[in-house]
């Protein structure tokens, strides 16, 4: 949980800290705890999914290289995030995002056209 408060925003910090302060206690009395709860787990969902497919992308470009096991490292903790979001998902039945196959491609296509115009700017220039 601590990355994900490292990278957040304030009220996201304060969201992120009250999702999981109610996941320890299980204490989803009222409804809207038990929304905020959704809300909170939905988009860490999604976040840890965007981060799959962009890995994903990155690997389909770099998986060959130098840099490939170091992007493989990263994407497998990623992966295992996400499986942890997928479980508390089930366990709190909460509805996951609607935008996950929009996830897919974009996160896909975000990761893979970084590092094809990273790999186009490291390129010397052969005009003359």
Not at 54 to 58: D, K, N, R, S, T
């Given at each position: 949980m601590e990355r994900v408060v490292a990278r957040s925003g304030p009220l996201l910090?304060?969201?992120a800290?009250?999702?999981w302060q109610l996941l320890q206690r299980r204490a989803l009395g009222s409804r809207a705890q038990r929304q905020l709860?959704?809300?909170i787990l939905r988009v860490d969902q999604a976040g840890e999914y965007g981060a799959i497919r962009?890995?994903?992308?990155?690997m389909s470009v770099l998986g060959g290289t130098a840099a490939g096991p170091l992007i493989q490292?990263?994407?497998d903790q990623e992966k295992e995030h996400l499986q942890k979001f997928n479980e508390l998902i089930v366990d709190h039945r909460v509805?996951?995002?609607l935008l996950m196959p929009i996830?897919?491609?974009a996160g896909f296509m975000l990761g893979r056209s970084i590092i094809e115009r990273m790999v186009q700017f490291d390129k010397p220039d052969t005009t003359p």
């Open positions: 910090v304060r969201g800290v009250l999702g709860l959704g809300r962009i890995y994903a992308g990155q490292q990263m994407w509805r996951p995002t996830w897919n491609v």
